[in-house]
Nanobody, 127 residues
Framework: QVQVVESGGGLVQAGGSLRLSCTAS????????MGWFRQTPGKEREGVLC????????IYKESVKGRFTASRDYAKNTLYLQMNSLKPEDTALYYC????????????????????WGQGTQVTVSS
């Protein structure tokens, strides 16, 4: 049984940092692209970034460039999202997802190309 579990969300002031974690079990972590998405009420879930099986990062959300980065620990089957210089507009429910295959291309910014999802972790940035 595959499980994807996010953690690390919380309330932070603007300009602060948070690190989200996502642990995947029941799958071959090395064989899956991992993605971070976020969603606010009334809006569609949007792709933030993708990290390939080799660890290459593709950022889809222009507004997070230079502030967010990701990494994956293959020994722990864990994905991280380091968020710095947070802004109120980063407030959202953040989701982690696993998709079969190795590469992050433009298609991977869509939820369609992921097979397993976590339950989400809330990030709230106060001004």
């Amino acid at each position: 049984q595959v499980q994807v579990v996010e953690s690390g969300g919380g309330l932070v002031q603007a300009g602060g940092s948070l690190r989200l974690s996502c642990t995947a079990s029941g799958l071959s972590f090395d064989d899956y692209v991992m993605g971070w998405f976020r969603q606010t009420p009334g809006k569609e879930r949007e792709g933030v970034l993708c990290i390939s099986t080799s660890g290459s990062i593709t950022i889809y959300k222009e507004s997070v460039k230079g502030r967010f980065t990701a990494s994956r620990d293959y020994a722990k089957n864990t994905l991280y999202l380091q968020m710095n210089s947070l802004k109120p507009e980063d407030t959202a429910l953040y989701y982690c997802a696993a998709g079969r295959g190795g590469r992050c291309d433009l298609a991977r910014r869509s939820t369609t190309w992921y097979n397993y999802w976590g339950q989400g972790t809330q990030v709230t940035v106060s001004s």
